[in-house]
């Protein structure tokens, strides 16, 4: 069973555009949801991360929303660029308790944005 | 500091075949992770160690074996290496400090390419 579903698989964006990538999860006790990013022939990375207390974290261009009551959350990559062509994944866990650090990743988004 | 690494890079088996992927980090971090990336599944947890001297089984432990030699080195073992192994494995690391204290991110190795033929 999937613990986290992320939609859609691919997407592609025009340059200057907005990418939208969405996650939903079922179980509640997760308290922590990452989004991982991850270039061609690389290992994935830490983009941007929000725990459920706030509803929305900016970092730049990269946007967090999170809907508790819905359980989902998504990505919003503002002024897309091609450099933003990557993997994209969300991610959850539970901070403390016995799984200890254990991520839950959706199945990845491949995000193209054209120059 | 040169992070998460891991060897080989590249490694082509034949169907029966054992062999050891080896990661090791540099950050001091307690806990270690074996994952498994194939096309339109994600990563996908094999093993993990949450400090030195444990192990605990993931998503996908059938087929594997994994080895905390000491907290820096965390190795996967394919003992009898099947066609559906084929895949990318990934290492993380991250400090767990305990169930009272706050994550810190996973940091993730290079990859080793397996091709089971």
């Known amino acids: 069973q999937q613990q986290v579903k992320q939609s859609p698989q691919s997407l592609i964006v025009q340059k200057g555009g907005i990418s939208i990538i969405n996650c939903a999860y079922e179980?509640?006790?997760?308290?922590?949801f990452p989004w991982y990013q991850q270039f061609p022939g690389k290992g994935p990375a830490l983009l941007i991360a929000i725990r459920p207390d706030v509803s929305e974290k900016k970092e730049g261009r990269f946007t967090i929303s999170f809907n508790k009551s819905a359980k989902q959350f998504s990505l919003h990559i503002m002024d897309s660029q091609p450099g933003d062509s990557a993997t994209y994944f969300c991610a959850a866990s539970i901070e403390g308790g016995s799984t200890l650090g254990r991520l839950y990743f959706g199945r990845g988004t491949q995000l193209t944005v054209w120059p | 500091n040169a992070g998460v690494t891991q060897t080989p890079k590249f490694q082509v088996l034949k169907t029966g075949q054992s062999m050891t992927l080896q990661c090791a980090q540099d950050m001091n971090h307690n806990s270690m992770y074996w994952y498994r990336q194939d096309p339109g599944m994600g990563l996908r947890l094999i093993y993990y160690?949450?400090?030195?001297?444990?192990?605990d089984k993931g998503e996908v432990p059938n087929g594997y074996n994994v080895s905390r030699l000491n907290k820096r080195e965390f190795s996967l073992r394919l003992e009898s290496a099947a066609p559906s192994q084929t895949s990318v494995y990934f290492c993380?690391?991250?400090?767990?400090?305990?169930?009272?204290?706050?994550?810190?991110?996973?940091?993730f190795g290079p990859g080793t390419r397996l091709t089971v033929t």
């Open positions: 993380a690391s991250s400090e767990a400090l305990g169930a009272d204290r706050p994550l810190y991110e996973q940091y």
């Open positions: 179980n509640t006790a997760f308290d922590y």
């Open positions: 160690s949450a400090s030195e001297g444990t192990t």
